[in-house]
Structure formats: structure tokens, C-alpha cells
């Protein structure tokens, strides 16, 4: 799953003009499931800088057991 997030994502900043938003499960949670895609700040902080850019920014103020991260040029 990781390697098709990172493709998708490669492709559609490079097709961006300002920048991409996109949603995934946080390890912030009261339980895991097999079936999700859960992603520690940490690992897409490393996989966001060094796939598409600096410039990034997570949400997850919205009380879902997910986040956003907003990455921009």
C-alpha cells in the first residue's frame, strides 16, 4: 500500500499547480485494523520530504481517528 500511495502521490503533485490535500488513518487511535492504512506522523513526514517537497503541513483537529496532510510548492 505503500509504494501505490507513494505513486499516486508523486503523480498528482506533479500534475498540481499550488498543491494536494489527502486523508490517511492515523497510529493515533484507540485500535488497528488489518484492512486500513495507518500512517505515523513521523513516517509521512519522512516519506512527504523525501517524495515531493518540503512544504507540508498535517491536520487532525476534526475528531476523526485520521489526518490530512496538505503538501504545497
Same mark, same amino acid.
Given at each position: 500500500m505503500t509504494d501505490y500511495m507513494l505513486r499516486m502521490? +508523486?503523480?498528482a503533485f506533479s500534475r498540481c +499547480?499550488?498543491?494536494i490535500a489527502f486523508d490517511v488513518n492515523s497510529k493515533h487511535v484507540d485500535?488497528? +485494523?488489518d484492512d486500513?492504512?495507518?500512517v505515523g506522523f513521523d513516517r509521512m513526514a519522512g516519506m512527504v520530504r523525501q517524495h515531493l517537497g518540503r512544504n507540508y503541513v498535517f491536520r487532525s483537529d476534526y475528531g476523526r481517528y485520521e489526518? !490530512? !496532510?496538505y503538501v504545497y510548492r
Amino acid at each position: 500500500m505503500t509504494d501505490y500511495m507513494l505513486r499516486m502521490l +508523486r503523480l498528482a503533485f506533479s500534475r498540481c +499547480r499550488v498543491g494536494i490535500a489527502f486523508d490517511v488513518n492515523s497510529k493515533h487511535v484507540d485500535w488497528e +485494523r488489518d484492512d486500513l492504512f495507518h500512517v505515523g506522523f513521523d513516517r509521512m513526514a519522512g516519506m512527504v520530504r523525501q517524495h515531493l517537497g518540503r512544504n507540508y503541513v498535517f491536520r487532525s483537529d476534526y475528531g476523526r481517528y485520521e489526518y !490530512t !496532510t496538505y503538501v504545497y510548492r
